[in-house]
């Protein structure tokens, strides 16, 4: 007996694709300036702030990094509400790739952070600027500009990690494909548009990632 493909089921359910992809691109671009700018601050405390934030910050990090990111987003949705804090499914996802996105862009920022060469420090000093002016004038841009590849392909790892909030009933690209197959029983079909949308995205964003690049950093390049 051949296995006969059918993709007859997409003229029906497009909607639904195109909302889970909505939701995919909503989850990494929230997640995506929120947890880079996260990372900003925390790199920031660990490589230049006082000795007191270091602490907890690398704490965070090591949690975050050493844990699945599907704990942590069941920790959020259904952990924090037996605290008091009630999320939707969206707010939960949000919060979760922020936090995870957060941590691991913290060290990536960090080793641009500590890769700067002290004549930097030295100008900031000369021009009489405080230590956050120094930071954010001198050394911020030349640090994002070292580890802009290696952010961007953490920006397309957590893009493509985003489709464990299906678990959660966030309604994303991976939500859509489950929908799909319980109502078809079209598995292969499903989930073959969904890997193949999934790559789509991945190099989309790759691209437009490039392309910031480029004109923030004129020497970066992210290949």
């Not at 911020?140 to 961007?152: C, D």
Request: overall charge positive; proline content about 4%.
């Amino acid at each position: 007996m051949h296995y006969v493909f059918q993709f007859g089921w997409l003229l029906e359910y497009y909607p639904i694709i195109l909302k889970g992809i909505g939701v995919t691109i909503e989850l990494i671009a929230i997640g995506g300036v929120f947890g880079v700018a996260l990372g900003v601050v925390c790199a920031w405390c660990r490589a230049l702030g006082p000795k007191w934030a270091g602490a907890p910050v690398a704490l965070y990090v090591e949690l975050i990094r050493n844990t699945p990111f599907m704990i942590q987003l069941f920790f959020i949705f259904f952990g924090l509400p037996s605290a008091g804090f009630k999320l939707t499914e969206m707010e939960a996802a949000n919060l979760a790739m922020i936090i995870n996105l957060g941590a691991y862009s913290c060290e990536i920022i960090r080793a641009g952070i500590e890769a700067t060469p002290k004549g930097q420090f030295e100008a900031g000093a000369a021009l009489a600027l405080k230590p956050m002016q120094t930071f954010r004038l001198i050394i911020l841009v030349p640090s994002l500009q070292r580890i802009w590849p290696a952010l961007s392909s953490q920006l397309v790892i957590v893009m493509l990690g985003s489709a464990v909030v299906s678990q959660i009933a966030a309604e994303d690209l991976s939500y859509a494909a489950n929908f799909i197959q319980s109502r078809t029983f079209r598995a292969f079909e499903a989930y073959l548009v969904s890997t193949l949308t999934y790559l789509l995205l991945a190099i989309l964003l790759r691209q437009l990632l490039a392309m910031i690049g480029k004109r923030l950093f004129p020497q970066v390049s992210t290949r």
